[in-house]
């Protein structure tokens, strides 16, 4: 139709590429839009929106934007009008975010300069308290475990109130707990420090233990002692055996040490000396009893019985030990009585020893330790030196009465005359002399009673007097092995004595320088004395020995002493002169 506007024919792509775009003609140089608001994409969109109308919409558009516009610019002015406030509050707000966007920036500038020093800083502080942190950490863990901490480090100072207190099955539990521990924490400085303590406890603990084993104790005390020594496993079963008898030896020292009290101040030469002595002995040989006797018990209930039945070796070796302890006390107790011994001269302390020592060896014997065989050699020779020791005392009487050497010739003023000491004063007149029967009589007569007429001789009555007296208490301990030799001994005596008299007799020693009246009266007494010696005097004193003490008759002993047979031959040949 001629009134219809034509509609739009696609171009020719060949001609479609040389026709510009609307945007483009837009933004050509000849334009003057700013290409910048073309570039918007509200801009781009609304050129799009054109491209789509028709010829007459496109022509009706300005008009439509004119009105747009009109209408915008009324509803503008309206909001202005009514909305200034708002706008004036806006603008202000706006200048106000403005200016503190531009310091907010400022600040973010100066935060952004200050941050590397900040971190710097804070690492420092960091690495500062890292070693504070841990101890934090540290103390913080203590506290946590405070109660287990408090039970670990409390074990020392428990284990040594166990120890004080005599608790020992306590205290070993303690010390196992500490053992345990440290082989649970090999490495921790805190359990090894205790371990070392408990260690330390456990040492006071053995020092206790084997100090019980030298101090008065009985059975019991002794048992558990060993017993809690045993389960410390620092010794072995011998070790533990020797350490035991080592401590009982000790306290059998010391109890011994104490009888030394006895023979505290004791002089030699007192009369009582001898009873000293042999008090001393008797408490000696009662301690050693008890003491020594109570060791080998005591070992054999708490070593020997127990000693495992799988080893043969072990009863052996314990008995061993103990054979060494009873042997060296033994030898000690027969060291004592060796040197103790002589100088208990008297034969009856001597017997109340010996009977001492022989139910001491008889209650031994039931653990196997007689030594009754070992004491008889000791008394034999302490009897053997006390009657000889009492020979020669009546040797030494007699010897001061008579001048004994030719020196005393320079002093003839003190010796005196036979009738002034020899023979009794009221019988100068009738001097005894023995006849054949007499002398025949003296020899039937007992061994034990003097024959009478040494009565008459005041010497040869004290010499006979001090020789009983030693056979007398020879008769309470007479040992059958020294009869000879006590023999000798008193042949020795009366061979001396025999001598002694007659040297006075032959060189006439009461002589002076001048010759005195009686001289032949003083050489008669002084040869009926020296005939009553060798006749009557020597043959009485050898019955008393033979027969008297032994009971064994003087003929069967054949035993004369060498000088005593030349002291009678050197009298017989002065009597027949």
Request: charged residues 20%.
């Amino acid at each position: 139709m001629a009134g219809e506007t034509a509609p739009n024919l696609p171009l020719d792509a060949t001609e479609s590429s040389d026709v510009p775009s609307l945007q483009d003609l837009l933004t050509s140089p000849d334009s003057s839009i700013n290409p910048d608001a073309i570039a918007q994409t509200a801009a781009e969109e609304y050129l799009s929106h054109l491209t789509t109308l028709s010829l007459p919409s496109l022509e009706a558009e300005p008009t439509t934007l004119a009105s747009s516009a009109a209408q915008l610019t009324n509803a503008l002015t309206t909001l202005c009008y009514t909305s200034y406030p708002t706008f004036l509050s806006l603008h202000t707000t706006t200048s106000t975010l403005s200016s503190s966007l531009t310091s907010l920036s400022s600040s973010l500038d100066s935060l952004l300069s200050t941050l590397p020093t900040l971190e710097s800083s804070t690492r420092n502080f960091a690495q500062e308290t890292r070693k504070i942190q841990k101890d934090r950490h540290k103390a913080s863990l203590v506290l946590e475990h405070h109660d287990k901490l408090y039970d670990v480090l409390s074990l020392p100072l428990l284990l040594d109130s166990c120890v004080r207190n005599h608790n020992y099955n306590e205290a070993l539990l303690l010390a196992n707990h500490a053992a345990s521990l440290a082989k649970r924490f090999p490495t921790n400085p805190l359990v090894i420090s205790v371990r070392e303590e408990c260690d330390a406890r456990m040492q006071a603990m053995l020092g206790q233990l084997l100090g019980i084993l030298h101090e008065q104790a009985k059975l019991p005390a002794l048992f558990r002692a060993v017993t809690f020594l045993r389960k410390m496993e620092v010794l072995d079963e011998d070790e533990l055996a020797l350490a035991f008898l080592t401590g009982r030896g000790v306290y059998l020292a010391g109890a011994l040490k104490t009888t030394e009290i006895e023979k505290k101040g004791i002089d030699d030469t007192s009369d009582k000396a001898k009873e000293s002595y042999a008090r001393y002995l008797k408490r000696y040989i009662d301690v050693w009893r008890e003491g020594v006797y109570d060791v080998i018990t005591q070992f054999v209930t708490i070593f020997v019985e127990r000693a495992p039945s799988t080893s043969n070796d072990a009863p052996n070796r314990l008995h061993a030990l103990l054979a060494t302890f009873a042997t060296h006390h033994l030898e000690i107790l027969l060291s004592l009585l060796k040197e103790v011994l002589p100088r208990v001269s008297d034969p009856s302390l001597l017997t109340s020893l010996l009977t001492q020592l022989t139910y001491c060896a008889n209650s031994f014997a039931r653990v196997g330790m007689d030594f009754k065989g070992l004491i008889a050699p000791i008394f034999v020779d302490a009897v053997h030196h006390a009657v000889a020791e009492e020979l020669d005392a009546a040797l030494d009487v007699w010897g001061t009465q008579f001048a004994s050497n030719i020196e005393t010739r320079k002093q003839k003023d003190t010796v005196k005359k036979p009738s002034l000491f020899l023979v009794a004063q009221s019988s100068l007149h009738s001097l005894p002399v023995p006849t054949t029967a007499q002398l025949q009589a003296f020899s039937s007569m007992p061994a034990n009673v003097p024959p009478h007429i040494l009565v008459s001789y005041p010497p040869l009555a004290l010499f006979t007097n001090n020789v009983l007296t030693a056979f007398n208490g020879l008769r309470l301990l007479a040992p059958v092995e020294l009869l000879n030799d006590l023999l000798i001994s008193l042949d020795h005596v009366l061979a001396k004595a025999g001598s002694t008299l007659l040297h006075y007799s032959k060189e006439k020693l009461w002589r002076t320088s001048r010759q005195t009246e009686g001289d032949g009266q003083e050489v008669k007494i002084a040869m009926i004395s020296c005939d009553i010696y060798y006749r009557v005097l020597i043959p009485f004193l050898r019955r008393a020995l033979v027969e008297g003490v032994y009971g064994v008759a003087v003929e069967k002993i054949d035993i004369v002493a060498e000088e005593l047979s030349k002291t009678i031959a050197e009298w017989q040949s002065f009597a027949s002169a």
